[in-house]
């Protein structure tokens, strides 16, 4: 009963003089104080959803249209042909309005239906004119005239901000079938490929436009065609555990650890992540190809529910884990491991859930993890880069960030905070809501706002006075009966199990970075993607179906696109390069084209001329329809053995990387996609470093990481002696 009596804002006793009403003036104080931000920030929402409601528009542009129509008229003008004359007249029915007054009302509805005509005319030539993609395939100095009008005419309509995004198009099926099997050819044996091929046709010839024509008709209707059912069907209806399978993780910066302390890293880094949240509600971060309007609210609209006072810009956030409410603990066993329960298998926590978690004190403690913003860890191990044993220290960070202890980590969350008894930090992050651009930028405006705006004291405390008036934080209640505990136990065991077969190696490349690559006239994520197929060549000794992901942040309410990085041309580099017969002048020329091959597969994918998201619907239109594809079930069961991701640095603006070279970022990483395959997450940081996260599975006898991981390093240096030698590159 004592927080009930802390909660309330007066207290008054009955005497027999009457009533002594006793007023806590700070209590009230701070709802007045919370009242007042709330209003505010329905303000700012409601002035924002009227500016986003008329773009590409302003509200001031309604009375500049208003006004040169009722100058029009005074001029002795009709500019509407006749329509303000028939409004007028329909206004003559009334008797309240003088004559004057009717001219003056008919101006003004004409020219504010003037002004929504003309927003919803500028806003589909904007649709129209940004479905050109053009400009994605253009090359240096060789632009086509077309581009050259549209690069002209963008700024025009956008006032130089490109805040509008367009519809999925709908292509045909020909082009992805076409695509798929010249992406599966140097895969497969003669025979497969021919009864593959043979399947295709079919498919193409007769199936395939009777799911098309539906998958049409919900482009017409629905904002995006895929990213819903990808949604659906992939995150949400998937039965695996979302620990290691599915959720990824960020690291902190690679080289710096701003403070020693942990609860001071923990206070200043929410703080900057409910600043973030701040910009988020009032919709001041700029749109860009990996936060856009489509995705505008990414964290839940919920206020942070954790053991956290969570207060206004300027003040300090208060950690107070040593003061326990005064209720009786839970068990041990509650205590330490309740938080298992979403991590192993979903079909079994949601049972349990239902039957142990939906009443009483459990629910109101569920309800308090899930209502929160996010949730904080505050691990009791000491992680991050350690300069004497590089290798043991990032494996061994990289594992903590992607399952932990499996019991301290809250998987179902959109993110997990994690920060470490030494003051290095991370991110756990559940997948189904945002893919990892999205939260790298958060993260990164995390890292920079913590480090260069917030800082530290001398003494490694957050700057600022504390306010002692904030609340402790409170331990959440569980009831757990004994027959929850076996159902946690055996999850336990079950996560372990998972957790202990992922084999990690994380590793900073400082041989060179994306700066040289450039100079040697490539893209740097093509060169990285031949990296990777030379390292995995040399690993397994063959090819292999490669997932490279692709954002599709030019379409509203996009999210990925696969891009198939081994092409027969990658094939033909990578056996030139383990063939002592080929020179230095072929294989160079072989790499030119393998690189020119993956850049133009790159941009198709951003375009929406992918295959395998459209396949993906094609598919779950046939199982809507009731209709069997073995086209469609072959191409979606073939396993993706080398899975790959680059986590591309956004916020560059932030602080200036060249003054503050040791401010570099780790990147972050996923497990592996497949039982016998790699996982490989990089991030290219700066003009001379990149990093690189490998995941395979100890169970698998044909994976190793860390010879991956070595293979992958000369396999980068083997490319740039290269490549740096060629007649064509900068040396």
Known sequence: MAEAHQAVAFQFTVTPDGIDLRLSHEALKQIYLSGLHSWKKKFIRFKNGIITGVY??????????VVGVMSTMYAKIDPSLGIIARINRTLDTTDYMSSQTKNVVSGVLFGTGLWVALIFTMRYSLKVL??????????????????????????????????????????????????????????????????MTELAQDFA???????????????????????????????????????????????DLLYIVPTQIQAARAGNAIHAILLYRRKLDREELKPGLSVCPAEGNTLPQSRAAFTAACLEEGAVVSLACSHPSPAAPASPLVRT??????????????????????????KQSLDAVEKAAFFVTLDDTEQGYARDDPVTSMDSYAKSLLHGKCFDRWFDKSITFIVYKNGKMGMNAEHSWADAPIVGHLW???????????????????????????????????????????????????????ANDV?????????????????????????????????????????????????????????TETVRSCTTESCNFVLAMMDPRKTVEQRAKLFKVASEKHQLLYRMAMTGAGIDRHLFCLYVVSKYLAVDSPFLKEVLSEPWRLSTS????????????????????????????????????????????????????????????????????QAMLDIISLISFSPNSTK
């Open 56 to 65: 590409p528009a302003s509200p001031s542009s309604w009375l500049i249209v």
């Open 130 to 195: 940004l479905s050109y993609h053009g400009w994605m395939f253009a090359q240096h100095g060789n632009m086509s005239r077309a581009t050259k009008i549209w690069m002209g005419a963008v700024p025009l309509w956008l006032g130089g901000s490109p805040e509008i995004t367009v519809r999925v198009c709908s292509l045909g099926v020909f082009s992805p079938v076409t695509q798929y099997l010249e992406s599966v050819r140097p895969l497969m044996k003669e025979g497969d490929f021919a009864r």
């Open 205 to 251: 010839v007769n199936l395939g436009p009777k799911l098309q024509w539906y998958l049409k008709l919900k482009s017409w209707w629905a904002t995006n065609q895929v990213s819903d059912w990808w949604e659906e069907y992939i995150y949400l209806r998937g039965r695996g555990p979302l620990m290691v399978n599915s959720n990824y993780y960020a690291m």
């Open 337 to 362: 491991r309740v938080m298992v329960s979403p991590c192993p298998r979903r079909v079994p926590w949601a049972k349990c859930r239902q039957a142990y978690f939906a009443r009483g004190k459990n």
């Open 444 to 498: 990164e405006y995390v890292m920079a706002t913590d480090s260069f705006q917030l800082g530290y004291a001398e003494d490694g405390h957050c700057k600022g006075a504390t306010n002692p008036s904030i609340p402790h934080p409170t331990r959440l209640q569980w009831e757990i009966p004994e027959e929850c505990q076996e159902v946690i136990e055996a999850s336990l065991s079950s996560a372990d199990l998972l």
């Open 503 to 559: 084999d990690f190696h994380s590793f900073p490349f400082d041989a060179f970075g994306k700066g040289m690559i450039k100079k040697c006239r490539t893209s740097p994520d093509a060169f990285v993607q031949l990296a990777l197929q030379l390292a995995h060549y040399k690993d397994m000794g063959k090819f292999c179906l490669t997932y490279e992901a692709s954002m599709t942040r030019l379409f509203r309410e996009g999210r």
């Open 646 to 713: 680059q986590t591309p640095p956004q916020l560059v603006e932030l602080f200036d990387l060249d003054r503050n070279p040791e401010y570099v970022s780790s990147g972050g990483g996923f497990g592996p996609v497949a039982d016998d395959g790699y996982g490989v997450s990089y991030i290219l940081v700066g003009e001379n470093l990149i990093n690189f996260h490998v995941s395979s599975k100890f169970s698998c006898p044909e994976t190793d990481s860390h010879r991956f991981g070595n293979h992958l390093k």
